[in-house]
T-cell receptor, first 112, second 114 residues
Framework: DVKVTQSSRYLVKRTGEKVFLECVQD?????MFWYRQDPGLGLRLIYFSYDVKMKEKGDIPEGYSVSREKKERFSLILESASTNQTSMYLCASSSGIGNTIYFGEGSWLTVV | GQQVMQIPQYQHVQEGEDFTTYCNSSTTLSNIQWYKQRPGGHPVFLIQ?????EVKKQKRLTFQFGEAKKNSSLHITATQTTDVGTYFCAGPGAGGTSYGKLTFGQGTILTVHP
């Protein structure tokens, strides 16, 4: 089975802090994604990566950056956390083009 | 950019009633995927439809892909409490390096009253 592991399930951070969310997948997938999920807004794509060191902006990249130094690992960075970034963050991976996406368990971030 | 709209946003049904959620894309899709997210969980893949007019069934769930490949539906017959959750449709990007990503609809939250 594909496993997508997010390092932190629950985090509480202060406004202005730098936040790292880590994600690792074990299926050698080319594509990795970071989504944000908020009530009534569904899943919104923040960034995705189709190869090591390659990335593309999603629908809501402002306030976020990403890093993919190794194929299995995709990190989401909040340079200066703000309260409007309180949300659930979902990491995901897939192989090839238009294929099934496998999600991690999610990381609940609260910024106070 | 590509938009995927899903309706309704919420649906409350009595156990045993049927349920349908609809998905519409602003562009023609090469395929459409459906995911289910249980309360407190993460989205899990249900099915992928590829062909125009395709219909697939999984027990009480029936998935359809429109002839124009711009819309899709998920129908659940005789809902059970285990069907509770949020159902998402998703379509791939239009091309180039965007082709690896999916755009998700807003999801339909299904509540089933016993």
């Amino acid at each position: 089975d594909v496993k997508v592991t997010q390092s932190s399930r629950y985090l509480v951070k202060r406004t202005g802090e730098k936040v790292f969310l880590e994600c690792v997948q074990d299926m050698d997938h080319e594509n990795m994604f970071w989504y944000r999920q908020d009530p009534g807004l569904g899943l919104r794509l923040i960034y995705f990566s189709y190869d090591v060191k390659m990335k593309e902006k999603g629908d809501i990249p402002e306030g976020y950056s990403v890093s993919r130094e190794k194929k299995e690992r995709f990190s989401l960075i909040l340079e200066s956390a703000s309260t409007n970034q309180t949300s659930m963050y979902l990491c995901a991976s897939s192989s090839g083009i238009g294929n099934t996406i496998y999600f991690g368990e999610g990381s609940w971030l609260t910024v106070v | 950019g590509q938009q995927v709209m899903q309706i309704p946003q919420y649906q409350h049904v009595q156990e045993g009633e049927d349920f349908t959620t609809y998905c519409n894309s602003s562009t023609t899709l090469s395929n459409i995927q459906w995911y289910k997210q249980r309360p407190g969980g993460h989205p899990v893949f249900l099915i992928q439809l590829v062909k125009s007019g395709e219909v697939k069934k999984q027990k009480r769930l029936t998935f359809q892909f429109g002839e124009a490949k711009k819309n899709s539906s998920l129908h659940i017959t005789a809902t059970q409490t285990t069907d509770v959750g949020t159902y998402f449709c998703a379509g791939p990007g239009a091309g180039g390096t965007s082709y690896g990503k999916l755009t998700f609809g807003q999801g339909t939250i299904l509540t089933v009253h016993p």
